[in-house]
């Protein structure tokens, strides 16, 4: 099973407790190859080298009987059986055969661990998309999209880059407990003194590791604040040049930048100096060892051979020792990573009922809902929107405007009460369904990097050229679609930036139109250079050919004026709801109406 076939929102059930690693574990099932791999290959170099050094002694000696201990003497054994005159050519053989399948080996296992960490890191990234994607809207509510963006940025590339460090970790350790079964094989005394040395060494790196945690974690926090500046300058470009906070702005980065790079140095400072410490102790190793091999008379060739094994044993606990220190480094950024794959998604559409239309009204019963922060932002509301016809809603700002038409398209849920579209309560209509039968268009709806036809059709891919050519000309948008070099295949660039504001919204209404929603929501409340023309919306709201209710939030009294009905909302409450020739509100703005 590939990482591919994840279910939506890739987590299983209850795995909320340590979600990063119920994503990585079923990717790890062949860990236990590096792991067997890693130690087959360290043996066929400690056994290739290890019996080296003997045979070569013996080789000298001529076979005469040079006083071999131990575990050496069955080596020589059958290096003596050999016949003389090729006994030489026979042990460089024998030793180059064993380093040649190691390399093999290994090459092997880098393949193995390699393609674990890909699949691995796949999983990462899909399980945080699917995440992404079931996310309760309240996640945007409550300001966490920069959170999640550098979680997605940044983290998850240093998520990949621990999981390999883990690898690494099992593939090194494997080896380097292989080696020091080969030394005890080869002086049980000798392997004492290293082991203590061992032990030392280990002390010494853990006190630096553990300080990097720490570190790691200020650094990731650090690093995400400065991020998080610099996406507000992009995204806020027109109003620092606008205002002239250019220096000021500067200056906030700089503090921000000092912060970040101070504790960046301090953690690789740290990290620097792990391996020349590391060289440093084993040097003091090797002393040690050498006035204990004097002290204890081992022989000569037993000492070279313990040695030689202990140099090329040591890259596999440097190997180990550096991808412990990676590992202890960088664990503060899968905080992000596993606070993001931690958060609440939307529960699913239980025993949900199919929509077919809406023939009867939209039905909002003494409906309230309050932000994450406390504010009100609609209080006991009930009213109807008609299934025929257009209705205005209209409020001063903060009124609750858009607070109703999240409501209304499912983005939120409200505390208490109960909205029915049509006869159906909200909560029983799956989204597909309900997209299909309400659509909003408006201000900063946002497009996709990708052409103007695959914006339009983004709610319905695969739809004919001919309905999205009736969709752009419904919203106004085909006199400079056509306009255009490639036309409907023009790219948009990303977020739309190619295009003005006013086209984005003729082409985010044209994606709406597409959908012929039974209700069709329409904000052009402030954004007065951007709007629609007046002409444009008056035909829309006039042929009506492509919804059959709509809810249009505006000021301008012309568009006003080709409502029937009103719903006036102020303070979280409505106010008023009805026909709009009927109300308080439409009698206050009475001359600009009739105009
Ligand atoms: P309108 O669209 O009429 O301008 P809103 O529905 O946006 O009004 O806001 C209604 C109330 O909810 C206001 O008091 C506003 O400050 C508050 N509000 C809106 N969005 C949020 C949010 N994300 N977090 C907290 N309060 C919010």
């Known amino acids: 099973m590939g990482p591919s076939s994840a279910p939506y929102a890739a987590l299983p059930h209850g795995a909320d407790a340590d979600p990063l690693a119920a994503v990585v574990r079923p990717q790890l099932r062949m860990m236990p190859l590096v792991v067997v791999l890693g130690m087959v290959a360290a043996l066929l170099e400690g056994v290739g080298i290890g019996v080296l050094i003997p045979l070569l002694a013996l080789l000298m000696a001529d076979g005469a009987g040079t006083p071999l201990p131990g575990p050496m003497q069955q080596v020589a ?33 880098n393949v193995l661990l390699v393609r674990i960490q890909a699949r691995a890191s796949r999983a990462i990234l899909e399980a945080m998309a699917a995440r992404l994607l079931a996310l309760e809207y309240g996640s945007w509510l409550r300001n966490e999209s920069s959170r999640a963006a550098n979680a997605v940025r940044q983290s998850s590339w240093w998520a990949y880059e621990i999981v390999r460090a883990g690898l690494l970790m099992a593939q090194s350790g494997a080896g380097a407990l292989v080696f020091g079964a080969l030394l005890l094989w080869l002086d049980w005394r000798l392997s004492l003194v290293a082991g203590a040395g061992a032990i ?6 853990g006190m630096i590791n553990a300080l990097q945690r720490g570190q790691s974690k200020r650094l990731s926090d650090d690093a995400a604040a400065m991020t998080d500046r610099l996406t507000e300058i992009i995204d806020g470009g027109r109003v620092v040049r606008l205002f ?6 500067q200056a906030r980065v700089r503090t921000l930048a000092g912060r970040t790079f101070a504790a960046y140095f301090r953690l690789n400072r740290q990290a620097g100096l792990v391996t020349p410490v590391f060289d440093l102790l084993v040097a003091c190793l090797f002393v040690t060892l050498l006035l204990a091999a004097h002290a204890l008379q081992v022989p000569l060739p037993q000492v070279s051979a313990f040695l030689i094994l202990l140099v090329r044993g040591q890259p596999q606990v440097g190997q180990f020792v550096q991808a412990r220190t990676t590992f202890a480094g960088q664990v503060g950024a899968l905080g992000e990573v596993e606070w993001l794959l931690r958060q609440p998604v939307r529960p699913p559409v239980e025993a949900p009922v199919p929509l077919s239309g809406l023939p009867q009204p939209v039905r909002f019963d003494r409906v309230s809902f309050a932000y994450p922060d406390g504010t009100a ?3 006991d509301a009930s009213f109807t929107i008609a299934a025929d016809g257009v209705t205005a809603l209209v409020g001063p700002s903060g009124s609750g405007k858009s607070t109703l038409v999240n409501l209304l398209c499912g983005l939120v849920r409200p505390d208490s009460g109960t909205i029915r579209l049509g006869t159906v309560p909200i909560e029983r209509i799956a989204p597909a369904d309900r997209h299909a039968h309400v659509a909003l268009a408006g201000q900063d709806m946002g497009l996709f990097t990708g052409t103007v036809a695959d914006n339009i059709a983004y709610g319905r891919p695969g739809v004919d050229r001919a309905e999205i050519n009736e ?3 419904a919203a106004g948008a085909l006199p400079f679609i056509e306009a255009l070099p490639q036309g409907l295949d023009s790219p948009v660039g990303e977020g739309g930036r190619n295009l003005s504001g006013g086209q984005r919204q003729r082409i985010g209404l044209a994606r709406a139109l597409l959908l012929k929603p039974d209700l069709l929501i329409l904000d052009e409340a402030t954004n007065a250079v951007d709007a629609l023309t ?11 050919r492509f919804f059959r209710a709509a809810l249009v939030i505006s000021h301008r009294p012309s568009t006003l004026a080709a409502c029937e009905n009103a719903l006036v909302l102020d303070g979280g409450r409505v106010v008023e709801a009805g026909p709009l020739r009927e109300t308080a509100y439409f009698a206050g703005m009475g001359g600009g109406m009739a105009a």
Do not use: C, W, Y
């Open 200 to 205: 030392v060494v280990s002390l010494v790196l």
């Open 377 to 379: 932002g609609l209080r």
């Open 471 to 473: 969709a752009a000309r």
């Open 534 to 544: 007046e002409r444009e919306i008056m035909t829309l709201l006039h042929e009506r």
């Open 244 to 249: 002239a906070q250019e220096e000021a702005e």
């Open 77 to 109: 054994a059958f290096a003596t059986a050999l016949d003389p005159a090729h006994r030489a050519a026979a042990i460089g053989g024998f030793v180059l055969a064993i380093i040649l399948i190691k390399s093999m080996v290994q090459a092997a296992n």
